[in-house]
């Protein structure tokens, strides 16, 4: 494979999500409001990448299937929470959370496909 073709990394795309969800929260205001949203993004968009390395060191496809859908639960509380600073206009412009939001929309598209086949193959095997 030549060097300029980028191998798809899960993990690092998580990685990379949570560090721009802090860059975000920092941009917040030092309000009340975006002090309690500051910390609500940071705890559900950086916490995906790390429960998404521990389903990769699951016992069990239950397991696994168990912890992809915690990534994916935070995934969705993130973009709610991303959504709510757009509307809010908490940083502005607002266009600056386009791409977050995009990111999330497809990370969330991952992880709900991710989970649908270990589930059928979960469901083959018991069957």
């Not at 949570?18 to 975000?24: K, N, Q």
Request: net charge positive.
């Amino acid at each position: 494979m030549s060097n300029d073709r980028r191998v798809f990394d899960l993990e690092e795309r998580l990685v990379d999500f949570a560090v721009r969800i802090i860059r975000a929260a920092e941009s917040l205001p030092k309000t009340r409001t975006g002090n309690h949203i500051s910390g609500q993004i940071i705890r559900c968009g950086t916490s995906p990448a790390p429960n998404y390395g521990e389903a990769q060191g699951a016992e069990s496809r239950s397991d696994f299937i168990h912890k992809m859908k915690v990534c994916l639960k935070e995934l969705r509380e993130t973009r709610i929470w991303l959504l709510m600073i757009v509307k809010a206009n908490l940083i502005k412009p607002t266009s600056k959370l386009e791409l977050l939001i995009h990111e999330s929309n497809e990370l969330i598209s991952i992880f709900v496909t991710s989970v649908k086949t270990a589930k059928q193959r979960e469901n083959r095997r018991i069957s």
